[in-house]
């Protein structure tokens, strides 16, 4: 069963950093695109960032300099380190997982596995 737990949200005042962790199991972990989201209320879900199987990375537009992506395969967990951030970094953010991407791609219907979430304030 495939799974993908998140971690690491938190309060932080603007400027702060956060560091997000996405373990993963059930899965050859680097044969899976893998893509941080995120959801803030009364919004639709984002790509934030992804990263490919071999290694190649996108990151939002809104992010880009900030946010940085990396994996560590030996402990199948993907993280999200994020910089100098802002209160409209607000939301829940989520890592996904898939098998077949082979482009960076941030579109969420091309993931097919979901964590539950964490939650990310930002306060001004």
């Known amino acids: 069963e495939v799974q993908l737990v998140e971690s690491g949200g938190g309060l932080v005042t603007a400027g702060g950093s956060l560091r997000l962790s996405c373990a993963a199991s059930?899965?050859?972990?680097?044969?899976?695109?893998i893509g941080w989201f995120r959801q803030a209320p009364g919004k639709e879900r984002e790509g934030v960032s992804c990263?490919?199987?071999?290694?190649?990375?996108n990151y939002a537009d809104s992010v880009k300099g900030r946010f940085a992506i990396s994996t560590d395969n030996a402990e199948n967990t993907v993280y999200l380190q994020m910089n100098s951030l802002k209160p409209e970094d607000t939301a829940v953010y989520y890592c996904?997982?898939?098998?077949?991407?082979?482009?960076?791609?941030?579109?969420?219907?091309?993931?097919?596995?979901w964590g539950q979430g964490t939650q990310v304030t930002v306060s001004s």
């Open positions: 990263i490919t199987s071999d290694g190649r990375a």
């Open positions: 996904a997982a898939d098998p077949y991407l082979t482009i960076p791609t941030m579109a969420p219907n091309m993931y097919d596995y």
């Open positions: 059930g899965f050859t972990f680097d044969d899976y695109a």
